[in-house]
Each structure stands twice: as structure tokens, then as C-alpha cells.
């Protein structure tokens, strides 16, 4: 199993960046996808999920300004990250549970700072 994360950066408080993950070595439509994120000094949280029915559910701080979304064909889950404050600040993981066994992205780091 293979989670290639990209889209990441530097971004302006109010402004927006878009998460991409790309899986492999899995049957991808009928795995959750999940986004965490980890900030320096804290634990890593989860931030968004994704149903293989595209049911999603949001952590109460990111509510209303990210929207993950998916698409089976090309094998990728999207983080849309809008309305980013700098408390958004962290490395951004994509995730999934095959069998009982966490695979992980390698990250892709978003700092919000003016």
C-alpha cells in the first residue's frame, strides 16, 4: 500500500490550499480515506473522513471550511482547505485502514502565516 500526498505549502490567513492523496496497492472504492493532520507539539487528529458511499464527517474545527472529497477513478482523495487560519498549521497525513492496519502518506506540510 502506497498514500502519495501532495499539495501543501505557504498560505496567507483567509486563503486556501487543496490536499491531494494518491493510492495505491489497495482496492480503493470501498476504503474509508481519512486526512490528519499534526502540529508541532501536539498530537496527530483527525481531521476529515470519507466513506466508500462519500459519506463524510468533519472534527468540529475544520467545519464549514474543508470539504473532502474522492474520486475512484484516479484513486485520490482531496482535502479543499479554505478559510485557513494560522491554528491550521501543521503536516497533513492521508490515511487508510486495510485489515486492521494503519498506512500512512508522508506528509505534506501547510503553514498559514501572513
Known amino acids: 500500500v502506497q498514500l502519495q500526498a501532495s499539495g501543501g505549502g505557504l498560505v496567507q490567513p483567509g486563503g486556501s490550499l487543496r490536499l491531494s492523496c494518491k493510492a495505491s496497492g489497495i482496492n480503493f472504492s470501498i476504503n474509508t480515506m481519512r486526512w490528519y493532520r499534526q502540529a508541532p507539539g501536539k498530537q496527530r487528529e483527525l481531521v476529515a473522513n470519507i466513506t466508500s458511499r462519500s459519506t463524510s464527517n468533519y472534527a468540529d474545527s475544520v467545519k464549514g471550511r474543508f470539504t473532502i472529497s474522492r474520486d475512484n477513478v484516479r484513486r485520490t482523495v482531496f482535502l479543499q482547505m479554505n478559510s485557513l487560519q494560522p491554528e491550521d498549521t501543521a503536516v497533513y497525513y492521508c490515511?487508510?485502514?486495510?485489515?486492521?492496519?494503519?498506512?500512512w502518506g508522508q506528509g505534506t506540510q501547510v503553514t498559514v502565516s501572513s
Open positions: 490515511n487508510v485502514d486495510r485489515q486492521g492496519i494503519d498506512y
